[in-house]
């Protein structure tokens, strides 16, 4: 079964753009061939976003219209955020959670074989290691994810629910991933999460410590900061200032200021 032919798709935010890229890389290392064409394929993976109601539909809608005969693995945050309209929608042969990681060669296997996969259990508490193999979108950019999950309880989000709690990376972790990306050519780093700023709440740490780690790997590269909650970023407010005076990192902050009633957030 290694060498079936699988089309990976991820949508939505970088954070799941790297997790497709290590989901592809796990699958080419166990001998799956990928392909760039749906048509080809023997096992058509979504790597799916459910951040908003129009995303779902649409994530709905490309699930529904995989040609007969292909087997069709839903992954990434639909499944958790709304499990059950996506069994009545849509005909899979297999369901996993966001962050799969290696994972994602068992079921491969598993729907090959015939078997209906139900990989959700825990799905919103993992955390892949991040010298998984991978194989990028963009040879240039290294997408690193440098936790998971948050640590708000936002009434209008739906993410915490296939994402989880905090789970951050150790700051050597991180800094092996990227001189990883840069040895392989890489020249733009991009630190992704659902929340940069609340990095290392859980290990006793934080964003700017990061990056000053991070500009500190030697080679010519550029980080691009991802995005980052306000409240989270104002308690680091004056350590991001000034180490965001590096010449390594993008002049660049994406904050998402969703609501300013407190009753909601």
């Not at 991933?177 to 940069?196: F, H, N, P, Y």
């Not at 990056?211 to 030697?218: F, M, P, T, Y």
Request: aromatic share 6%; glycine share 10%; net charge neutral.
């Amino acid at each position: 079964m290694g060498n079936a032919k699988v089309f990976i798709k991820s949508f939505g935010c970088s954070t799941n753009m790297a997790d497709g890229e290590v989901m592809a890389g796990c699958l080419a290392e166990a001998g799956y061939v990928l392909v760039r064409n749906l048509a080809e394929a023997d096992v058509v993976i979504y790597n799916t976003c459910a951040v908003k109601g129009p995303t779902e539909d649409r994530m709905i809608s490309i699930s529904k219209k995989t040609p007969h005969g292909k087997k069709l693995v839903i992954a990434g945050c639909l499944p958790l955020i709304n499990y059950d309209r996506l069994c009545r929608e849509v005909p899979f042969n297999g369901v996993a959670g966001p962050a799969l990681g290696e994972k994602i060669v068992n079921v491969v296997e598993g729907v090959l074989k015939g078997e209906r996969i139900l990989a959700l259990e825990g799905a919103e508490e993992t955390k892949p290691r991040l010298d998984l193999p991978r194989v990028r979108l963009n040879p240039v950019v290294g997408i690193i994810p440098i936790c998971y999950g948050c640590l708000g309880s936002c009434t209008y989000c739906c993410v915490i629910f296939a994402r989880g709690r905090l789970r951050s990376y150790s700051l050597s972790e991180i800094v092996e991933r990227v001189k990883m990306d840069i040895s392989d050519g890489v020249k733009e780093i991009w630190l992704t999460a659902q929340d940069t700023a609340c990095y290392g709440r859980d290990i006793g740490t934080n964003l700017a410590e990061l990056l000053k780690a991070v500009c500190n790997v030697d080679g010519d590269f550029k980080v691009r900061v991802g995005m980052m909650t306000p409240n989270s970023a104002l308690n680091i407010i004056n350590d991001l200032v000034k180490v965001f005076k590096n010449t390594k990192i993008f002049k660049f902050v994406h904050l998402p200021v969703q609501s300013g009633d407190d009753e909601i957030l």
